[in-house]
């Protein structure tokens, strides 16, 4: 069947998750990127699928939701979690990976199918009468953004998000952190710099005390709960941090035999173990006050920074009263959105959506209709949060958690048990789906 190529404008995860589902299904894919000639705020890299904020996918343990995701994902023939997978450092339960080997991957999948083009310039102008894909995520270029909102008739809701440092292996003193993982799951990937009560209190102090980037005077600062900047987290108690990103619980340093009193982790950013990345430390401090404040934790004392923490505005689209559950734009159906710009937030969940979006263009190309996942799945119960009208009033971008699913029949059993619960009957209702949806 011919017909003129799918136009997708974005080539992040979710625009290279979109295309993949299209090309696999024989469909014709012109992927639009504007990296090289533009770069957003916190873009760097030339190759498409670039992640951003962090190395990690957070993760692969099927006892959990992100696990369970990415399991849906896998059986769904995902373009970013098969790359993934073929790129992933050690990082205990977590699936991290090589962020050059990852971006180079998905590209090169991508670039080998026969129908697929690609074109590196920015688009303003949005088609109205072909099938689209709007993938451009949370830094959506001004220019871009001005032709969105103008379809969309709506402004825009918008929160900030930070990203964390990178240390360079060479620079951290080893003498004074331990490998080790949490309560000794998987295997001992994650350095960890332990801290003592009085380390501790001044580093908080410090963070409380330190020059931050201003915003600008026309912007109102939101972030996203579960994404808080270091400083932000430390000014809510004097304990936040400590039963925070820098909890102690479940790691024994092996020389004293005890568990500090807080540890900053730090994770692997590369395969070769040249990086490393600050877990959970997202900051907006400056630039110099991050190499001062940061090189107060015991083993950083001399720290090399490959990349600083910065911040940045993303940008949502309010997906409950713009879209439909196939993604559409419910006042134009050849528009479809796609990925973290939904309202979903995570590297997964925002492949995840991309990967509906490409396979609802799919189907309509093909004169057919794909039926939402079950809120029973991972997938279908995120697609159901952004689009629902239950949360209109309250819309806010959200990662997957076992709260989305649809409850479990029965009687009340321990979280453990509820978890191994839910992942059994969403890969089920998913297996069922597949079959149903003509999806093998």
């Known amino acids: 069947m011919k017909t ?4 997708i404008i974005g080539g992040g995860l979710a625009g290279c998750e979109a295309a993949w589902q299209l090309l696999r299904r024989g469909h014709s894919v012109h992927l639009y990127e504007m990296k090289p000639q533009k770069f957003s705020p916190a873009h760097k890299m030339e190759h498409l699928a670039e992640l951003v904020c962090s190395n990690s996918l957070k993760s692969n343990s099927l006892d959990n939701a992100p696990g369970l995701l990415k399991e849906e994902m896998r059986r769904l023939n995902s373009l970013i979690i098969m790359a993934a997978d073929r790129t992933a450092v050690a990082a205990g339960s977590a699936l991290a990976v090589d962020r050059t080997q990852f971006a180079r991957e998905v590209e090169a999948q991508l670039q080998r199918q026969k129908n697929f083009t690609l074109s590196r310039v920015e688009v303003t102008i949005i088609p109205q009468d072909s099938p689209t894909i709007i993938a451009t995520g949370p830094l959506t270029s001004d220019a871009l953004a001005q032709e969105i909102a103008q379809i969309l008739g709506s402004s825009y809701l918008y929160f900030y998000d930070a990203i964390a440092p990178i240390i360079e292996a060479d620079s951290i003193n080893m003498d004074k952190v331990f490998w080790a993982s949490r309560y000794d799951k998987g295997t001992p990937d994650y350095l960890n710099c332990p801290l003592s009560k009085e380390e501790y209190e001044l ?3 410090e963070l409380l005390t330190g020059e931050k980037v201003a915003a600008k005077h026309f912007e109102e600062i ?4 579960s994404c808080l900047p270091v400083e932000v987290l430390a000014s809510r108690g004097e304990k936040s941090l ?7 619980v479940g790691l024994i340093h092996p020389k004293t035999g005890s568990i500090p009193y807080a540890v900053v982790q730090l994770r692997r950013e590369n395969m070769a173990g040249t990086l490393f990345n600050m877990v959970g430390f997202q900051t907006k401090l400056t630039w110099p006050e991050q190499r001062r404040i940061f090189r107060l934790i015991p083993g950083l004392e001399n ?4 990349r600083y923490g910065s911040i ?11 879209l439909l559950p196939s993604l559409q734009l419910k006042t134009n159906v050849n528009i479809f959105f796609a990925g973290q710009i939904t309202g979903v937030e995570g590297y997964t969940e925002s492949a995840a959506m991309g990967l509906l979006a490409g396979l609802n263009a799919a189907f309509m190309i093909e004169g057919k209709q794909l039926q939402p996942p079950p809120q029973k799945t991972a997938i279908g119960a995120l697609l159901h949060y952004i689009v629902s009208a239950e949360s209109a009033d309250c819309f806010q971008p959200m990662n997957i958690n076992f709260g989305l699913l649809d409850t479990l029949p029965g009687e009340k059993t321990k979280k453990k048990e509820r978890n191994i ?6 890969l089920q209702a998913l297996n069922n789906w ?3 949806q003509d999806l093998d």
Do not use: D, W
């Not at 939101?222 to 709960?225: G, K, N």
């Not at 619960?421 to 969403?426: D, G, I, K, S, Y």
């Open 312 to 322: 940045h505005r993303n940008t949502y689209i309010h997906s409950p009263s713009l």
């Open 4 to 7: 003129s190529p799918v136009i």
């Open 222 to 225: 939101r972030h996203f709960e």
């Open 434 to 436: 597949i079959m149903g």
């Open 203 to 205: 580093f908080r102090q």
């Open 303 to 306: 720290a090399q920074f490959a």
């Open 242 to 248: 400590a039963f925070g990103p820098m909890k102690p």
């Open 421 to 426: 619960l839910h992942v059994n009957q969403a």
